[in-house]
Each structure stands twice: as C-alpha cells, then as structure tokens.
C-alpha cells in the first residue's frame, strides 16, 4: 500500500504513523520526493485501509497490489505531467516532440538542427555524447565538452535538450548541461544508476530494455521513484525478437497497455522501434495514434554522413513531413 502523508508533517507524527503500520505485520519504506512525502508498507496480511487513513499526518492511503507501487496508475488515476519549461507539458493534452541526431558531432551540425527544430516548432532535442556502442571501433561521442556546446547552443535557441547518462560519475558533471537524463536500453535495469538519477531532481527518461518486460520496466521506474524523483517517463524503443527484417520488434501494444499500467508519460521512438528510414514515420504515427504523449526520433541534416544510426534518421525534408502529419493526425484524434 501508499501511504501519502501531509506537507509539513512532523517527525513524531511521522514515527507514530510507521509503529501503527508496522504493528499490523507491514514493513515500512520512507519515500520523499519533490512532489510529496510516502511510506510505502509491504505485507500480505488483510487490513482496513481505513484505520491508517484516519490516523493524524495522513492525507490518503491506497491498496496497491503491484510489485511497483508508487508508478502504478492506481493511487493516481491522473498522467503525472512534466514541465520542463513554458509551453513544453510532458505528459500534458498533447503530445511531445523531440528530436535530434544520435550522435552529437559537432557545432555546426547542433546549429542545422536546432534550426530545423525551430522551423517546425519542436522544443526538445534529443543528441547523445556518450554513445554506448556495440563495437569498441566506431564513434563514442564528443563527451563532456560536446554536452557543454550542446547545451550552449540549445539554450541560446531556447529549445531543452535530453542526452543519455550512462554511469554514476557522469550525473554530476552532466547536471549542469541537461534538461532530460535519458537512460539507455542497455542500462536499464543499473540499478545503482537508477537510485543515483532518484536523487537528482532532473527529468529522467528510462527506455525499455532490449528484451525487457513491461513489468521489469516499471519495477525498473520504481528504483528511480522510491529513490525520490517523480519525474519519469517510460520510453518504448522495440524489443529485440527473433524477427531479422528490421532492428527490433516495435512493441505497438506496450503504449496503451503502459498507459493502464501506470500514472508515467510514455514516450515512443520509432527511430530505434524499426532502424529503417523509410518506415519511421508510419511507426510514429501508429504510436501516436496509440496513445503516446510524446515522440522521439532522429534528424540528421545528412544522414547518410551521420557517425552513428545512419540507416534510421530522417532528413529535414522527412522530418518536416512526419512533423505534418503528426499534426493531422492530432486533428483527426481529437
């Protein structure tokens, strides 16, 4: 269960509330957030919810069965939006864009970008400057001092920027530069990554694993959560399968069925979804059409010149015309 306790509560209000639960064979786990303070208690015998909502501290209680508590859409029937700046509402009645390379590789390629963003009205830039790549041999990303162009050129066109953290000792010297820390496939279930990014309070966006589970997924969320950072959003990217046509197995089901599952925004990459140019757009718009409160894909102003994930980014002409039809379809929806 989640307990939700009240703003200013005081320490001894606090004790008396977990000795009442613990009384009743529960364990305890203090959670406190920028949003709200939590005890989550854990146990299997049947209790009246009612006789902890009634103790004084206590705001609500909510019987959550979930292995994940504190991002399941039962105590919090509302998407738990994020802002990360005027006019950019995560999670909000429209859906986000972000975009971007996959690699950041250099100033001038960052200014192309930001201003095709510009022109299509997208706030958000995606760009990775530590790149986990599968061979040793190919580009590993500018690092820090690509992050601090990244972020020098993104503030000056007022557009946020997302880029992935891939160990601890990135978070501080990141913090600085990065609107959005974005977790990677391959890290997903780095839990000690995880309980590091719960205690920054910067938006964090977690990818699927490559053969994750929905249910790892969010107990992978919960880590983050319960470390104290309610600013999180689930990213479906494709599974891997035994299917060979196309880079992974876009999960289309995964959207509504996360959205069920959890208060989180969830966000769609039909770029790492399918790996292939021209069949981007139409996983977007499926994703979109499905529920997503945001896409994230790759624009490279030449991509066939891209160091990294040239096969999978659109051009400026491309994402223009996906751009347009998100719009239509965002018509059609409502």
């Known amino acids: 269960m989640i307990i939700q306790l009240k703003h200013h509560i005081d320490s001894s209000t606090k004790?008396?509330?977990?000795?009442?639960?613990?009384?009743?064979?529960y364990t305890v786990s203090e959670v406190s957030t920028q949003k709200g303070?939590?005890?989550?208690?854990?146990?299997?015998k049947e209790i009246d919810i009612r006789h902890i909502g009634s103790l004084e501290g206590v705001a609500d209680v909510y019987r959550v069965s979930e292995n994940y508590k504190l991002v399941s859409r039962k105590w919090k029937q509302q998407t738990s939006a994020i802002e990360l700046g005027p006019g950019v509402l995560i999670g909000g009645p429209e859906p986000v864009l972000m975009?971007?390379?996959?690699?950041?590789?250099?100033e001038d390629q960052v200014r192309a970008v930001v201003d095709h963003l510009k022109q299509q009205g997208i706030r958000v830039m995606r760009g990775g400057v530590f790149k986990p790549r599968s061979s040793p041999y190919t580009f590993q990303g500018l690092g820090i001092e690509g992050l601090r162009m990244f972020h020098r050129?993104?503030?000056?066109?007022?557009?946020?920027?997302?880029?992935?953290?891939?160990?601890?000792?990135?978070?501080?010297?990141?913090?600085?530069?990065?609107?959005?820390?974005?977790?990677?496939?391959?890290?997903?279930q780095n839990f000690n990554l995880l309980n590091a990014l719960g205690k920054t309070d910067k938006p964090v966006l977690l990818k699927r694993g490559i053969s994750g589970t929905i249910d790892e997924l969010l107990q992978s969320a919960e880590y983050v959560f319960s470390a104290g950072n309610e600013q999180l959003m689930l990213c479906e990217r494709g599974i891997r399968s035994f299917e060979s046509a196309y880079r992974n197995t876009f999960d289309i089901n995964a959207i509504p069925l996360l959205k069920e599952k959890t208060h989180l925004p969830v966000i769609a990459d039909p770029s790492h979804g399918i790996g292939i140019r021209s069949h981007v757009a139409a996983v977007a718009?499926?994703?979109?059409?499905a529920g997503a409160d945001g896409i994230i894909y790759e624009v490279h102003a030449q991509p066939e010149r891209a160091l990294s994930d040239a096969q999978q980014t659109l051009n400026f002409e491309e994402s223009a015309a996906l751009v347009a039809q998100l719009k239509r379809l965002a018509a059609v929806l409502k």
């Not at 004790?15 to 009442?20: D, P, S, T, V």
């Not at 303070?37 to 299997?44: A, D, L, R, T, W």
């Not at 600085?176 to 974005?182: A, G, H, K």
């Open 37 to 44: 303070n939590y005890f989550v208690g854990i146990g299997k």
């Open 99 to 106: 975009a971007g390379p996959c690699a950041i590789e250099s």
């Open 285 to 289: 718009l499926a994703a979109a059409a």
């Open 153 to 188: 050129v993104c503030k000056e066109a007022g557009i946020y920027l997302i880029t992935e953290v891939m160990e601890i000792a990135q978070i501080e010297q990141m913090y600085d530069y990065v609107d959005v820390f974005q977790v990677g496939a391959r890290n997903t």
């Open 15 to 25: 004790e008396r509330i977990a000795q009442f639960v613990q009384s009743l064979d």
